[in-house]
Nanobody
Framework: QVQLVESGGGLVQAGGSLRLSCAAS????????MGWYSQAPGKQRELVAT???????NYAASVKGRFTISRDNAKNTVYLQMNSLKPEDTAVYYC??????????????WGQGTQVTVSA
């Protein structure tokens, strides 16, 4: 069984920084893309940033230049460094990974979500 466990959310003032981490564990034979999505109250879940196994990154326009995604393949972990946070960044952040499990099938996996709250 595969699990994604997130950490690092919390409350921060506008202009501050947070670093999110997400570790994949269990029967992870191979991990392809990893990333972060956010969901604000009353809104749909939307992409924040993704990173391929080789390190190619993709960002939402709203976070470019402020957020940095990275990963450690040896630790099956993805990170999101969030700087210059704004109140509109307030949301639940979900970790995502495309994983081949012990069943030799590729599928999407999601973390449980971590709350990020940015006060004005």
């Amino acid at each position: 069984q595969v699990q994604l466990v997130e950490s690092g959310g919390g409350l921060v003032q506008a202009g501050g920084s947070l670093r999110l981490s997400c570790a994949a564990s269990g029967s992870t034979l191979s991990i392809s893309d990893m990333g972060w999505y956010s969901q604000a109250p009353g809104k749909q879940r939307e992409l924040v940033a993704t990173i391929s196994r080789g390190g190619t990154t993709n960002y939402a326009a709203s976070v470019k230049g402020r957020f940095t995604i990275s990963r450690d393949n040896a630790k099956n972990t993805v990170y999101l460094q969030m700087n210059s946070l704004k109140p509109e960044d307030t949301a639940v952040y979900y970790c995502y990974a495309f994983i081949m499990s012990g069943l030799l099938r590729w599928r999407d996996y999601w973390g449980q979500g971590t709350q990020v709250t940015v006060s004005a």
